[in-house]
């Protein structure tokens, strides 16, 4: 009988390790572990508690072998529970079986204490009542394979419930033999079922990835020694593939670029290699109809069929890389001229000046009097201009030379290997002289010209913006000269425009804070050398850099539109201290004192009304101000300057034309300009007593003595130009040989002096 219990019990051992190793296959099925150590633990209960066990016999020896027994058996028996949930997805957790096994085990112990033959009796009922609460939970919603599988429990229970019945001691023939029959095919059944259920599992994970390669966006593919083993259908259409059974097999060398093929073997070995191996990589592919396409893949270590192969999840990018070039292109390319822009210069500069770069030229050039096509013709034909001196830069510069639009008109080119000044300057003449000839635009026949800077790396500017400054220098320098020209930069310029930027920045707060004053210079009447009059002139006390000569602070306010506020700023002072002078020696004694007036503040409407409520408001008569306009100014502004002139001359302020001599002034001019004097520029008193001045000198006092209008000299700068000025018909001298221009106190003292001499 012995033999046939170890029989059974060694059947189910083989049965519960045969279950452990299908789980070592696929760990995610819980409870093939639980029931092949439930049928191990079966098999040693069994063989301790029945095929061993001696019956009648006490000791310490057999108590711990009967409890060894019991607790295999017990075990058993809740790893089948626990496996029979697990397999039904039900709940079981450690915390409840422990308290479960402890309460049997406890429950044994006790019954044992009465009698071997109850604990037999007690234990047999709880494998009967585990067993066939393992066949409810198979049966209810299973299969047929399942509910077989319920019913081989049922029956497993039948057996444990005729092992008391049979014999006191379970050790019935007839109770084994069955066991071993059922619990046999009961194995097997479990078996089956793992086996199935793992490969159903297998099944459905392998359609479930199908369906999403299937349906995927993105493009799979699987390479194995680089021949192609599966596409997606993304992947065919990618690769413009008919299907995949004429894409299976294909040699990927079809679809590499020859310059990436050393590249995406490399990477194919390093993927197949490594089994942890996650590659992202963008390169260029071709197509069946060999059409280059741009991909990001991420290859990655796989098995395919038991091989390592190289999964490759790709993304068509040719869409959006095409799209970022041209978002590229038009960040660093001009639309109109689709030459490169500003953006391309400051990038491709930054990359020429590194510490230790070849040497090369930045030529600045600018178009001169473009603005006038743009005005005469229109801005479509400047448009068209534009292009095609474009594309005259573009096609016929030398090769090394690089041309780009900055702006409206404005053009660069870099000349990269020009190492010194010669070579640069070949290329800038090449430039000039392609825009020697003629461009047809638009019907109209357009002669244009350049004006070109040219600055040297690195000896003009050791970065971008260090180089663009010089060149910008040295463009605006060559556009003073007349024609087309290009001029070297010289660290000369750089201060030059440095100081005409200070100025212009720091002309707003001076006249703010009234950083300027007036001298007086005297005038003397011809002949007599009594004085008639002052002129006052402007100065700029700047705290910082001294007294600033009119010469520099004049044109720039000039530019910046502040000439304005400086005009009205020396109007103020100049009455004031026209007022403080007539309350020094009264209205008689009071001479009065000319002002430049810049045209640009005839162009408020309301200049010639402020001026006169200005007299007023300070009690002084209108002839004591006099008002200087430039004969340029005058020609160039008439249809401003003219009403305002005349409603002061109504006044009774006199004007005077200054600087006679240096424009383009005719009679008709003379004539039309309600002018009480003109002043003859030094140009003219300066060659004096030479025969031809004197001979111009004197038709001009001819002139404005027909006009009857007061002739001034100026400039006088010793007694031979006085005496000549006076002799050819100058009413009035003023220059350093009669008086230098001095302080109002010191000009004072002049009007204090006895008549005024």
Partial sequence: MTWLILLSASLNAMLGVTLLLLWRIERRHAYVRQWGWSWILLSIGLTLGVALATPGLAGLRYDLQALAASCSLMGSLLLQVAGARAYRGLPWRLSNGLPLFAAMMVALVVVAGIGQVYAVIVGAAFMVIGAWLCAFWMWRGGNAAERFVALCFVAMGCVHASGPMLDAYSRSPITHTL???????????????????????????????????????????????????????????????????HALGLDLITTIPPELLIESRARHA?????????????????????????????????????????????????????????LRRQALHDELTDLPNRNFAVERLRELTWPGAEPFALISADLDRFQLVNESLGHEVGDALLRAIARRLAHQLPPQARPMRLGEDQFLVIVEGAGDAAAALVVAEAMLGLLETPFAVEGNELFVHLSAGIALYPQDGVDGPALLRAADSAMHRAKASAGASCIFFDRSMNGASRARLEIEQALGRAIAARQFLLEYQPKFTAGTRALCGFEALVRWEWPERGRIPPGEFIPAAERTGQIKALGELILELAGRQLQAWQQRVGPERLLPVAVNVSPLQFEDAGFATRLLAGLAARGLPTSALEIEITETAAIGSLSRVLPQLQRLHEAGVHCSLDDFGTGQSSLTLLRQLPISAMKLDRSMIEPLPEAQAAAVVSATCALGRSLKLQIVAEGVEDEVQARAAEELGCTQLQGYHLGRPMAAELAGQLLDAPCGT
């Fill in 270 to 326: 390093e993927v197949l290699a490594n089994p942890q191996a996650r590659i992202e990589w963008e390169s260029a592919r071709l197509t069946a109809d060999q059409r280059r396409i741009h991909l990001r893949s991420l290859s990655s270590h796989i098995s395919w069929d038991g091989e390592p192969a190289e999964l490759q999840v790709m993304i068509d990018d040719t869409s959006r890389r095409r799209a970022t070039e041209a």
């Fill in 179 to 245: 066991g071993l029959y059922v619990q046999m095919v009961l194995s097997l059944g479990l078996v089956l079922l793992s086996v199935r259920r793992a490969h159903n599992a297998a099944r459905q994970q392998a359609e479930r990835f199908i369906q999403l390669a299937q349906v995927s966006l993105q493009a799979l593919a699987v390479v194995q020694n680089r021949r192609l083993v599966y596409a997606n259908p993304a992947a065919l259409a990618m690769f413009g593939l008919r299907d995949e059974a």
